[in-house]
């Protein structure tokens, strides 16, 4: 398997505009998991699926943010409008059950000025 | 709810010194504790697990043992190289209350640097 892949890897916006980020998780794995990673603020999950259906959103920042999974295979992140503050590393991991290891993608750098 | 509290950083190192990194949780339920690892530039990866009290999970030279009096998971390494140079993660994932609670829940992060 080639892992979780994510696209793009770096994408740089302005201000104002939409975002998506896009996550192919691993063949049968159960639970994917969107998080930022910034300096100030470490790592932070921002929401994740369980079979494609959204068990926890309460780490989204606002209502900029949304996420969807419409199958087993693929997972976006939009934010729209994006800001600033926004500019960080997102992640998406999967993993395939409980209390196993989570594989993460190589990550999106998002740049908004 | 659950946390993972590890040692701040920066931590600097010659080689081949002795590494410990400290990291010491808070769980409702009964919790597999995790490091990770990421390079410059990369995403997270697996470096080693335990899954019950008194486990030990080792890779690559690390070693961290499952303390569930203590609530740690302190990760070692008797001898470090420059390529260890990276940032640690210590993470646990707990079934909490009900079994519902799938998530990873992450430390801040430490990182390692080693010079020549």
């Known amino acids: 398997d080639a892992g979780v892949i994510q696209s793009p890897r770096h994408e740089v916006t302005e201000m104002g505009q939409e975002v998506t980020l896009r996550c192919k998780p691993i063949s049968g794995h159960d639970y994917l998991f969107w998080y930022r990673q910034t300096m100030m603020r470490g790592l932070e999950l921002l929401i994740y699926?369980?079979?494609?259906?959204?068990?926890?959103d309460s780490g989204m920042p606002e209502d900029r943010f949304s996420a969807k999974m419409p199958n087993a295979s693929f997972s976006t992140l939009k934010i729209q409008p994006s800001e600033p503050r926004d500019s960080a590393v997102y992640f998406c991991a999967s993993r395939p059950g409980q209390g196993t290891e989570a594989f993460f993608g190589q990550g999106t750098r998002l740049t908004v000025v | 709810g659950d946390s993972v509290t590890q040692m701040e950083g920066p931590v600097t190192l010659s080689e081949e010194a002795f590494l410990t990194i400290n990291c010491t949780y808070t769980?409702?339920?009964?919790?597999?504790l995790f490091w990770y690892v990421q390079y410059p530039g990369e995403g997270l990866q697996l470096l080693l697990k335990a899954t019950k009290a008194d486990d030990k999970g080792s890779n690559k030279g690390f070693e961290a043992t499952y303390r569930k009096e203590t609530t740690s998971f302190h990760l070692e390494k008797g001898s470090v190289q420059v390529s260890d140079s990276a940032v640690y993660f210590c993470?646990?994932?707990?079934?909490?209350?009900?079994?519902?609670?799938?998530?990873?829940?992450f430390g801040k992060g430490t990182l390692l640097t080693v010079n020549p």
């Open positions: 993470a646990l994932s707990d079934l909490g209350s009900g079994g519902s609670n799938y998530k990873l829940t």
């Open positions: 769980a409702t339920g009964y919790p597999s």
């Open positions: 699926f369980n079979n494609n259906v959204p068990i926890d």
